[in-house]
């Protein structure tokens, strides 16, 4: 059985065969060819959090398979509002399909939830610890649109304090040769432990002195939802945003990305330069899927 939890549980070698295979299901994820590999078999999605384009491309990624989807998404509608422990729901769920994607506000959930299940389990992001298949459709991305992965220079911007796709993304761009600017406020730095963990060629900066010289710029929204309180959600509120203005400087070939959903770190004058990147990103999260998904039922 092969969970997914954490992109530490990947080497660079089962990165690059996953994004390998990920290419070979582009015409698939994109309605050109039709392909049933996942005939027969179901994938139980259970999301703790809101969720968009994490839920509905791993439902896309299965359908074009062959495959079918459950959902328990709203849990006033389910047993878990009467109080049904995760322990359970995992262990009924798991009777029913053939792999559980889980998205759950507490960190380590899904490593619980693995640990309950009698299927494989793929973290979809527990609070802020990891978000293992937004990095694979991360670093799919790089690889597609800037040509490579070593040798890249990347800005990580935002909310790293809180930001799971940050936590994830960081410890796979250490496997590959790349150089990392942090930006953000001092109150959203990342956290000490993690950048030591990291190792390699990491340096905080500020955006106008490094914008000439970044291949991607990777930001992230405030994660509201993670803050202790209201007021120290206030203070750092709309402390940082990108417009065309800001991205004068940027090389022709530097991409924006962005997991998504954006709040108003990004203006939509961005979404008109040649730089923007983050809508085609979350294409690639379908193709990305199904090689995850394939992986782990087949
Ligand atoms: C991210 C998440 O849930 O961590 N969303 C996503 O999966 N694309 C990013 C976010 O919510 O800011």
Same mark, same amino acid.
Request: hydrophobic fraction near 30%; aromatic fraction near 8%; glycine fraction near 4%.
């Given at each position: 059985m092969k969970h997914l939890i954490s992109i530490t549980d990947l080497d *660079?070698?089962? @990165? $690059?065969?996953?994004?390998?295979? =990920? !290419?070979e299901f582009e015409d698939v994820a994109m309605g050109k060819r039709k392909l049933r590999i996942l005939e027969g078999k179901i994938l139980g999605n259970l999301f703790?959090?809101? %969720?968009? *384009?994490t839920r509905m491309s791993f439902e896309v990624a299965m359908k074009r398979l062959g495959g079918d989807v459950i959902n328990m998404t709203a849990q006033e509608a389910s047993s878990v509002a009467k109080g049904e422990t995760l322990a359970d729901t995992i262990r009924v769920v798991s009777g029913y399909c053939d792999a559980i994607v889980i998205r759950h506000p507490l960190e380590g959930a899904a490593r619980f939830a693995a640990e309950n299940s009698s299927v494989p389990v793929i973290n =979809? #992001?527990?609070g802020a610890g990891q978000h293992p298949t937004q990095t694979l459709l991360d670093l799919y991305t790089i690889k597609k649109e800037c040509g490579r992965l070593d040798g890249i220079t990347i800005a990580l911007m935002g909310d790293l304090k809180y930001s &799971?796709?940050?936590? %994830?993304l960081i410890k796979a761009l250490a496997l590959f040769e790349m150089k990392i600017y942090l930006i953000s406020p001092e109150a959203l730095a990342l956290p000490e432990d993690i950048i030591e963990d990291v190792g390699g060629e990491i340096k905080k900066a500020r955006l106008?002195?490094?914008? $000439? !010289?970044?291949?991607?710029?990777? +930001?992230? *929204?405030?994660?509201?939802? &993670?803050?202790?309180? !209201?007021?120290?959600? *206030?203070? +750092? $509120? #709309?402390?940082? &945003?990108?417009? =065309?203005?800001?991205l004068k400087k =940027?090389?022709? #070939?530097? @991409?924006?990305?962005?997991?998504?959903? &954006?709040?108003?770190e990004i203006h939509p004058s961005v979404d008109a330069t040649k730089h923007a990147r983050y809508f085609q990103q979350s294409f690639y999260g379908v193709p990305v899927r199904m090689a995850i998904l394939s992986e782990v039922m087949l």
């Open positions: *660079r070698e089962d @990165i $690059s065969y996953i994004l390998k295979k =990920a !290419e703790f959090e809101p %969720s968009t *384009r =979809a #992001g527990d &799971r796709t940050i936590h %994830s106008e002195d490094v914008i $000439s !010289e970044i291949d991607v710029l990777y +930001v992230t *929204r405030i994660q509201k939802e &993670r803050f202790p309180d !209201e007021e120290e959600y *206030r203070k +750092v $509120s #709309g402390s940082y &945003r990108i417009t =065309a203005e800001t =940027a090389k022709d #070939g530097m @991409i924006v990305m962005h997991p998504l959903p &954006r709040v108003d």
